[in-house]
């Protein structure tokens, strides 16, 4: 990437005081490579930096955030190499933009999925004989492997480095590890005992002929036994390791965190038989990895699927390689799919949700119109406090995204004291966000305009619209696989020859993350996985216009099954938007949308009076409530002659698209055989 604000004639670096802070911390990341104390006798020509703690964690406690220490890089995922004399960050597409704001000219920037890749970065930057290194706990089993038959190719080791070199570098200055209390889930919220969790676990091992399964993802800890944390920011989850046998359950954890609660819902006090849950200390399951094994003949280890990386590095090289069965964790499959208490909490978790945006959206509104003020970050805090004050309110569920004008352009731009804009009746207003209760997790995406929008933002947005309406209509057999969606709610942007550089579609948990696998909707992505009834996701597509403006809305669908067959024995499946928050009518050019779409947002706006209604009136919010009814008034479908002429092209345009969509549906389906995969 050529970087326009690192060009310079005479090459001069020219920092600010962030910038010269992270040039420093880059240069002592140097000498410790070159420092045999540090890499345990052994110079190094490269150090990789990845974006992950030892859980592959989707978001990371401040302790762990090596990544935006070493580079000022704040998105969620990167990977970072330094050689003596290079550094160069990979990012997906999401953060490109971002990271070129971020990083300073000491480094290079590259899109994951585009040449070069890391391997082949190194392979140029460096000779045969040369040494890269990393901390083994940090890296997905699945990274390491690649990156080490890569580059073996052309004698290049990789290196375990166990003394985290970015550690070294931010020493005293690195903040201490959160050893936060640990919440039992009641079961009015989690509807499923865990002894009944661990019980389907366990004969999903047994279907798989493992005598074990070592637990790595902190989600899947917190939901197979019932329990929360706040270790980590946006996702209620606490630092621990799980091993579940057919004979034990061992849980690895701080023992500073027992209690009496704790150790009665585990049955710890006195655990002499299988379903029980032993609590040893955290550092303690490498060691007994290495002892236990001895006696297993199979052991399954998590292997990569979608938003889930599997285990490290470190936890593979423990166990004997014959004995890994390196599969993705069951834990995923049975989480998904939401039991009815879960599907209720959702549902209700939703109603308050909405009931909280449309609080501070009519707040907005009201104020602007009144003279006052506001940023983006002021106005993030503001849709963080609507949240709060929420009934079985957590916080939210991931940073607060609000992107006015241009910074609306850049997808998952998240505001600071850097780039804080104030926001004006002069440009598009994009608010991405969610929350964390106690019975479910919400995720919207809402753009409005606070003044004027423009013919083409208008377009824009109602585009969008469209596309978000296509995917949620759809009627479609189970063995569908998601990414096969993508083009439903892609279609009606790709007409105006743009597209978005995010993934349609992410699955959701229940009090647990935002980005649940193993629903992916991105048509760049193979997978395997289908749907089920009782999964929900997002539907999120956007459009930007690069240093101008941007578009991106979000609902949240629960998966239904119709009770009705395909002729192929497959069952049919259908969606129901359970976010409920209204769209910016004056950004809807309704001659652009036909019948059945004019219909399915009166339907939308329908429930919203009704669910949302009920509940801003329980609260007393009256401001709130007359805001939502304006907002939510009916689409007329009467229509002057050149907006009916129009609508009768776009509707024959969707007609078009449908059947040729359907047609490459039904060829995909008819040319793939149907594969059955263990009822997770």
Not at 153 to 165: A, E, Q, T, V, Y
Not at 200 to 221: F, G, H, P, Q
Not at 295 to 304: G, Q, T
């Amino acid at each position: 990437m050529r970087r326009s604000k690192c060009l310079n004639r005479d090459r001069i670096q020219v920092y600010d005081g962030h910038d010269r802070i992270l040039h420093q911390r880059l240069m002592a990341l140097r000498n410790e490579m070159r420092t045999r104390a540090s890499t345990q006798s052994t110079e190094l020509d490269a150090y990789l930096v990845t974006s992950y703690d030892e859980h592959m964690s989707d978001y990371l406690m401040e302790s762990d955030e090596r990544l935006k220490f070493l580079t000022g890089f704040t998105g969620s995922t990167g990977e970072a190499l330094v050689t003596t004399k290079s550094a160069a960050l990979w990012v997906d597409g999401r953060y490109y933009e971002q990271a070129d704001h971020e990083l300073n000219c000491d480094w290079r920037i590259f899109r994951n999925g585009e040449h070069p890749t890391i391997s082949e970065w190194i392979e140029n930057e460096l000779t045969p004989e040369s040494r890269v290194g990393a901390d083994p706990q940090l890296v997905p089993h699945s990274l390491w492997i690649g990156l080490e038959r890569q580059l073996s190719s052309h004698l290049i080791k990789l290196i375990k480095i166990h003394r985290n070199l970015v550690d070294l570098v931010w020493g005293a200055r690195r903040p201490a590890p959160k050893l936060n209390s640990i919440k039992v889930q009641p079961l009015r919220f989690a509807g499923e005992h865990w002894e009944v969790k661990v019980n389907k676990l366990r004969s999903n091992l047994t279907a798989m002929k493992c005598d074990a399964m070592i637990v790595t993802s902190l989600t899947e800890v917190a939901y197979i036994l019932n329990l929360r944390g706040s270790d980590i920011p946006y996702t209620p989850v606490f630092k621990a390791y799980l091993l579940v046998s057919n004979r034990e359950i061992i849980l690895y954890t701080n023992n500073t965190r027992k209690n009496m609660g704790l150790l009665n819902h585990l049955k710890s006090h006195s655990c002499h038989n299988e379903y029980c849950v032993q609590i040893k200390e955290y550092q303690d399951v490498l060691r007994d990895l290495r002892t236990l094994s001895q006696h297993w003949k199979r052991i399954l280890v998590p292997s990569a699927v979608v938003f889930d990386m599997g285990a490290s590095e470190a936890i593979h090289s423990v166990l004997p390689r014959e004995l890994i069965l390196d599969r993705p964790s069951p834990i995923i499959f049975l989480r998904a799919q939401k039991n009815e208490v879960e599907q209720q909490g959702m549902k209700r978790a939703h109603i308050r949700d909405a009931a909280a945006m449309c609080e501070v959206l009519s707040y907005l509104e009201e104020r602007f119109i009144a003279g006052d003020h506001f940023t983006e970050l002021s106005l993030a805090r503001e849709v963080d406090r609507s949240r709060k004050i929420q009934d079985l309110s957590e916080g939210p569920s991931f940073r607060t995204i609000v992107a006015f004008g241009s910074h609306s352009s850049i997808p998952h731009y998240t505001p600071s004291n850097r780039t804080d804009f104030e926001i004006t009746e002069y440009g598009t207003l994009l608010i991405d966000s969610g929350g964390q209760y106690q019975d479910g997790t919400t995720d919207v995406s809402r753009t409005i305009h606070l003044g004027d929008p423009s013919p083409e933002q208008i377009r824009a947005y109602t585009n969008v619209l469209i596309g978000m309406i296509r995917l949620s209509v759809l009627t479609f057999p189970e063995n569908l696989k998601p990414a096969e969606l993508d083009a439903l709610a892609r279609g009606p942007v790709w007409g105006e020859m743009n597209d978005y550089p995010h993934g349609t579609g992410h699955g959701i948990g229940s009090y647990s993350s935002v980005h649940e696998s193993p629903i992916s909707i991105a048509y760049t992505t193979k997978q395997r996985y289908s749907f089920k009834s009782g999964y929900f996701f997002s539907n999120e597509p956007g459009y930007y216009k690069k240093g101008e403006f941007g578009i991106r809305l979000e609902n949240v669908l629960e998966v239904h099954d119709t009770g009705n067959v395909h002729p192929s024995g497959n069952r049919f499946l259908s969606f129901q938007d359970v976010t409920l928050v209204p769209f910016e009518s004056k950004l809807i050019d309704r001659s652009l949308l036909s019948a059945p779409e004019i219909k399915w947002i009166n339907d939308y706006n329908a429930r919203i009076r009704q669910l949302v209604g009920d509940e801003l009136k329980r609260k007393q919010k009256m401001e709130a409530f007359y805001w939502m009814m304006n907002k939510t008034r009916n689409i007329p479908d009467y229509r002057s002659d050149s907006e009916y002429g129009a609508a009768v092209h776009v509707g024959l345009n969707f007609r078009i698209v449908s059947l040729i969509l359907t047609a490459v549906l039904t060829n995909i389906l008819l040319s793939v055989p149907f594969t059955t995969f263990p009822d997770f």
